[in-house]
């Protein structure tokens, strides 16, 4: 492949590890790339920069200095969470270089077929969903592969897919703003809410990197979006892909859309599925299932294998996931939820009393949304640097605050305490981890020990 032989014994800088790093300084390596990892973390604090070293790679840690550029890089691949307004970054375009993250490594490098998916809300439940549909049809087109953002890195895949495989991305606008060539044969873009506007800075420059998903398609690939949200138009929003319409609220002569007469899922004038068989609560699930629906008849999957693979889904972690059920109390984990939109999505799936555990890292973002959504709130508990926000909304809209707390057994704690038979409790944060944990993973994981030990004590 060109991108192969265009970098073999060319430097390439990898700046920052975890998983998406670890993996592209390996494959890298293996394709006779010079490469180099940056990471900010002091090495004595960074095992995974210690196997690299192990591994004969070359590693320089504890900063990103800008004196790196003095070598002659060819490109650089990024870890997506760095933002564009890093030093290294900033020097480096300034110097013409090429900074990509790892899904343009991917496409450049993978014989087969991707099917991308994005948006602010759901695309980890959609790509999932997807996934098990189209490796539950047996159709004689090769492989199905699942990764991008959903936690195996991209390039894993990428270089064992052949070409009859497909590989179903899930895809962030931090990972798509550093695609160049990138070109999906399917796109789908789930909704787009405000979100992560400290990274890209505004409204429109997150969407433009959510559009960039379909920057290089070609009229025979497709587009999938969402008719019930008027995000794109205007000249911004150009494509040449066949746009495929999905929507919850009005019927579709074309596309995927949700009878609510019949409540079934169809896919133009053909029923695929009952609204019953698939076990998730909330509409919003329902539109996850509708852009898979949409993907698997563009690959002509017959309607018995969707219908088996959404009877058999029972959600993603950590996406208004079911954990337990104890006393009477149904205890739902939904870390994900670092955004107002994600946390109304969830609250707009529960008829039942509720506790709602919300709070964590303070992007700036308002509360007052939230306000029409919390009618089921009995009571809420908060945590991290945004509680004092949220214990503000709580006191204007007559909500008790059960309490403050930071340790997670501690809020479960409170919120059995202060709950009744019948009632939810809800972890659907409405921000983003970071101040507390390294990961909304983490934090959903942190929720679920602590249910389980109030369980068994």
Not at 82 to 111: F, H, W
Not at 391 to 419: N, R, W
């Amino acid at each position: 492949m060109k991108f192969a032989d265009d970098i073999k014994n060319k430097k390439v800088l990898v700046l920052g590890l975890a998983k998406t790093g670890m993996s592209v300084a390996r494959h890298l390596t293996q394709l006779g790339a010079l490469v180099t990892v940056n990471d900010q973390a002091p090495l004595e604090e960074n095992p995974q920069a210690q196997s690299l070293i192990e591994e004969n790679i070359r590693v320089v840690s504890g900063g990103h200095p800008v004196s790196l550029l003095e070598e002659d890089f060819v490109l650089i691949v990024k870890n997506p969470g760095i933002p564009y307004s890093n030093p290294l970054i900033q020097a480096a375009m300034a110097k013409g270089l090429s900074v990509i993250t790892d899904i343009e490594c991917a496409y450049r490098l993978t014989a087969g077929e991707i099917i991308g998916i994005t948006g602010s809300n759901g695309k980890t439940t959609t790509s999932q969903l997807t996934y098990n549909i189209l490796s539950q049809a047996k159709q004689d087109k090769g492989n199905v592969y699942l990764a991008g953002n959903i936690g195996v890195p991209s390039l894993d895949v990428a270089m064992t897919a052949e070409t009859n495989d497909r590989i179903v991305l899930e895809l962030s606008s931090f990972q798509l703003q550093g695609s160049q060539d990138f070109r999906p044969h399917i796109a789908a873009i789930t909704n787009i809410y405000p979100s992560h506007l400290d990274y890209h800075g505004s409204l429109a420059a997150y969407k433009a990197a959510k559009w960039r998903i379909t920057a290089n398609q070609e009229a025979e690939d497709y587009l999938i979006l969402n008719a019930d949200q008027e995000q794109w138009s205007g000249e911004s929003y150009h494509t040449k892909a066949a746009i495929i319409p999905f929507s919850l609220e009005q019927k579709l002569d074309q596309g995927a859309w949700y009878n609510r007469q019949e409540k079934a899922l169809m896919w133009q004038d053909e029923k695929v599925a009952d609204r019953e068989l698939f076990p998730l609560p909330g509409n919003h699930n329902v539109a996850n299932a509708l852009v898979a629906v949409a993907i698997a008849k563009l690959y002509a999957v017959d309607n018995a294998s969707i219908q088996k693979a959404l009877a058999n889904f029972y959600g993603v972690s950590h996406r208004l996931q079911f954990v337990q059920d104890y006393q009477g109390r149904a205890f739902f984990n939904d870390s994900k939820a670092t955004n107002n939109e994600a946390t109304i999505t969830a609250l707009k799936s529960f008829t039942s009393p509720v506790i709602w555990l919300a709070g964590g890292l303070d992007r700036g973002n308002s509360v007052e949304a939230l306000a029409p959504y919390l009618k089921h709130v009995k009571g809420m508990i908060v945590f991290g640097e945004s509680k004092e926000k949220l214990i503000d909304l709580a006191e204007k809209l007559a909500i008790p605050v059960f309490g403050q707390a930071e340790e997670m057994t501690h809020i479960v704690d409170l919120a059995y305490a202060h709950s009744q038979e019948g009632d939810t409790i809800l972890l659907s944060p409405a921000n983003a981890s970071w101040d507390q944990y390294n990961s909304f993973e983490e934090r959903g994981d942190c929720f679920i020990q602590a249910v389980q030990e109030l369980i068994h004590k």
